[in-house]
């Protein structure tokens, strides 16, 4: 069994905690600010083991993508969300999987509840990340949202998750 720095775990839960919290907010600019130049972040369809350059994928977003996914997202034009849904969302389980002194690996759980007019939607999955440290702080390269139903059709996911 590796033994894990504490410091290195609080710092990647507090990373995937704010992560979280600022997505629930609608603080766009602020997440887009957490990513890598070279970011890839994929939500996964009709199962988990799929390759995303060759089949479907809910979303498969490279860095020039995540950017521009914010600025739909800050217009105020994105209909599907006008009005903006309340989002809650819970991650735990954040285990640290692999550390090379540059890129952790990490995984979660999260449970999140999205409040719509059309009433109240959960949705549920495993969040991995890919972690880098850039000038003694952390910041994503990778997300990878796989969620729990993803082999069935979905209701329109207009927001971050």
Not at 35 to 48: E, V
Not at 58 to 81: C, H, K, M, P, Y
Not at 99 to 114: F, K, N, Q, S
């Amino acid at each position: 069994m590796t033994v894990l720095d504490v410091d290195v775990l609080r710092a990647v839960e507090q990373f995937v905690y704010r992560e979280a919290r600022l997505c629930d907010e609608h603080r766009y600019a602020d997440w887009d600010a957490l990513w890598t130049d070279d970011a890839l972040y994929w939500i996964p369809a009709n199962g988990d083991d799929i390759d995303p350059t060759r089949q479907m994928s809910v979303l498969f977003d490279n860095r020039s993508r995540i950017a521009t996914r914010v600025r739909q997202l800050e217009s105020g034009r994105r209909f599907a969300q006008a009005p903006p849904s309340r989002l809650v969302r819970v991650l735990a389980n954040i285990e640290v999987t692999a550390d090379d002194g540059i890129d952790l690996g990490v995984t979660a759980t999260l449970v999140l509840y999205e409040s719509r007019a059309g009433g109240l939607h959960p949705w549920a999955g495993r969040v991995d990340y890919v972690l880098r440290r850039v000038e003694g702080d952390l910041r994503m390269a990778r997300k990878t949202v796989r969620l729990v139903d993803n082999d069935r059709p979905l209701t329109t996911l207009g927001f971050l998750i």
